[in-house]
């Protein structure tokens, strides 16, 4: 019963120092929270949470706050990510809807994900080499010339035209359209590259037609982008300087900011949600900062990763569930593409 109780003060603290940015006092906690003992039971609770390295007194006489170490147990004990509200839903579909294309789709989430938490957004475009075929299509515009649509799992399309030196006929035409989507539809990019290697060479134009998905695929393959939002929410951090100006300079490093999103892209979609607490973080300099990401694509594939970074003091609960919101739409928004 002693350590829920301590946990249920763990909590309150949390809760009020991300809300008040003021130490919290055992006194303040027993009228806001209704922890049903005394505020003598309550600071016994808290002289064990502070031996146990969970909060700090920052100087004598002030009431406590969490340390990385509290804030870590706080996330850790969550049971679940909170829904969201009507309000927040209703702000996701007006924003996301009738986005025309995967860079307004970025545009509009990094921008919603900055509204919604009050800390700085970063969306990861998706990249090609993570990225599978969806479909393909041959589209006979001449005899010796052919239009291809290549459609990734990304969002990105891509057009090439090409002109064959003989001419196809309407079966020739299908019979390469098949050949081509048994051979590369649901691969990875660098899988479906191999395989328009070895495509059978029978009909004209398929090695023209395969060099030309080739490098459709191959295009911007390393281009690691990502874009950022809400920046003046950096006022957040408070007066310190120290704790600001590094990540300030990490907005020119996409590398250090795709860093910070770590491994969200890869473990998992939108449902796998990683929080990093102050110096669990790739960067020591960012050791005051923490940062909520999680992986997105169509299906439960991840082509990339969105989040957020801000003060440890953050309202975990609340931006655990918008960016997992987010991050569900975008998915969804994707996989209807």
Same mark, same amino acid.
């Given at each position: 019963?002693?350590? %829920? ?5 763990l ?5 009020? +120092?991300?809300?008040? @940015? ?11 929270? &209704?922890?049903? !003992? ?34 870590r ?23 996301l809807? &009738? ?6 789709v ?18 990861? +475009? ?35 035209? #090409?002109?064959?030196?003989? %001419? ?5 035409v ?5 050949? #081509? ?29 395969? @060099? ?12 690691a982008r ?29 590398? !250090? ?20 607490? &102050?110096? @669990? ?36 609960p ?7 919101? #987010? ?8 996989? @209807?593409?």
């Amino acid at each position: 019963m002693s350590e %829920e109780r301590r946990l249920a003060v763990l909590r309150a603290i949390v809760e009020d +120092y991300v809300a008040t @940015e003021e130490p919290v006092g055992s006194k303040t906690l027993v009228e806001r929270h &209704g922890l049903g !003992v005394s505020p003598a039971t309550v600071r016994n609770d808290m002289a064990v949470l502070e031996e146990e390295g969970f909060i700090h007194q920052p100087h004598t006489s002030a009431g406590r706050v969490p340390t990385d170490k509290g804030y870590r147990l706080f996330v850790d004990r969550l049971t679940s990510i909170k829904p969201m509200s009507v309000a927040e839903k209703r702000a996701i579909t007006t924003i996301l809807d &009738g986005a025309v294309d995967l860079d307004d789709v970025v545009q509009r989430s990094v921008r919603l994900l900055s509204q919604l938490t009050h800390q700085l957004a970063i969306v990861q +475009y998706p990249t090609l080499s993570t990225s599978t075929v969806r479909h393909v299509e041959v589209v006979a515009l001449a005899p010796t010339r052919l239009l291809l649509v290549l459609i990734l799992s990304s969002g990105r399309v891509e057009q090439r035209l #090409v002109d064959l030196s003989a %001419e196809l006929d309407d079966d020739q035409v299908a019979t390469l359209r098949s050949r #081509v989507l048994q051979s590369i539809v649901g691969q990875r990019i660098a899988d479906a590259i191999d395989a328009l290697g070895v495509l059978a060479t029978d009909l004209p134009g398929t090695r023209t037609v395969a @060099e030309a998905l080739a490098e459709a695929m191959s295009d911007h393959r390393n281009d690691a982008r990502v874009a950022v939002g809400g920046a003046a929410n950096l006022a957040r951090f408070g007066d310190s300087n120290t704790a600001l100006l590094p990540l300030l300079e990490a907005l020119e490093e996409h590398v !250090v900011l795709l860093k910070l999103l770590g491994e969200a892209g890869q473990v998992g979609g939108p449902d796998t949600v990683t929080v990093r607490i &102050g110096a @669990e973080g790739p960067f020591h300099e960012l050791a005051t900062t923490s940062v909520v990401a999680t992986g997105y694509g169509p299906g439960d594939l991840p082509v990339a990763s969105l989040g957020v970074v801000g003060p440890t003091r953050m309202d975990y609960p609340g931006s655990m569930a918008a960016v997992r919101a #987010v991050a569900r739409y975008v998915s969804r928004i994707l996989d @209807e593409a």
